[in-house]
């Protein structure tokens, strides 16, 4: 099997595990991954996660033309400008899981730095997730907007709509967007219960130790 052969293989599992364990519904959420030739292959728009076929995922070159597969997802204008901003990015997963989309809409929620300090795996997976504004679907401005940042986040999450994360691959970004939708769970569980966090010093051994970006 080709490594191309085998990246649309991982897609297709990944995203059928996502869809069946309730992280993105119906024809929501995309996803993907950067290829050998600085290409990337894309979830085709108004699929679900749980029945992508690896022979129909759309091919787009390394100059943002569509040469084979399906039409590609509308949200590509956000896939492209972490690929863009981000050298190291190998992935990007978008999705609309519940518990992330509704601490979006939470009135006190931090934009700059959207999951409270709960568990120290969001924070290793993560670094700080920025809060962005609500954009239409298909927005060119959602990936202006995520090239405003300049490269310095990992992850952002799209308010009333859903969390957006890049990764080395499709593995790691998908395990990180399922830790930031689990830490969001979490603070929607105990949101007015006053938990504890973790403290300023907590943190600071977890991004020392795990060199974590940690832009303010």
């Not at 890049?166 to 689990?182: F, R, S, T, Y």
């Not at 969001?184 to 569980?189: E, I, K, N």
Request: with cysteine; charged share 25%.
């Amino acid at each position: 099997m080709s490594e191309e052969a085998r990246v649309r293989e991982q897609i297709c599992d990944l995203a059928k595990s996502l869809f069946d364990r309730g992280l993105t519904h119906g024809s929501t959420g995309n996803i993907s991954a950067r290829t050998s030739d600085g290409g990337l292959l894309v979830s085709p728009t108004g699929t679900s996660f749980g029945r992508l076929d690896p022979s129909r995922l759309s091919r787009v070159d390394s100059e943002g033309r569509h040469v084979s597969g399906d039409k590609p997802t509308k949200e590509m204008p956000l896939h492209t400008s972490f690929y863009d901003t981000r050298s190291q990015a190998g992935a990007v997963v978008h999705l609309h899981s519940c518990h992330a989309v509704a601490w979006s809409m939470m009135p006190d929620v931090n934009e700059d730095d959207f999951l409270p300090p709960l568990t120290p795996y969001a924070i290793m997976q993560l670094g700080r997730v920025k809060l962005l504004p609500f954009f239409r679907p298909g927005d060119p401005a959602m990936g202006e907007a995520v090239r405003g940042l300049a490269g310095k986040r990992t992850a952002v999450m799209l308010a009333n709509h859903g969390p957006v994360v890049a990764g080395k691959d499709v593995e790691a970004a998908c395990n990180a967007i399922e830790e930031l939708e689990a830490t969001a769970r979490l603070a929607m569980l105990t949101c007015g219960c006053r938990p504890r966090q973790l403290k300023a010093e907590e943190i600071l051994d977890l991004v020392t130790t795990f060199n974590v970006e940690w832009e303010a």
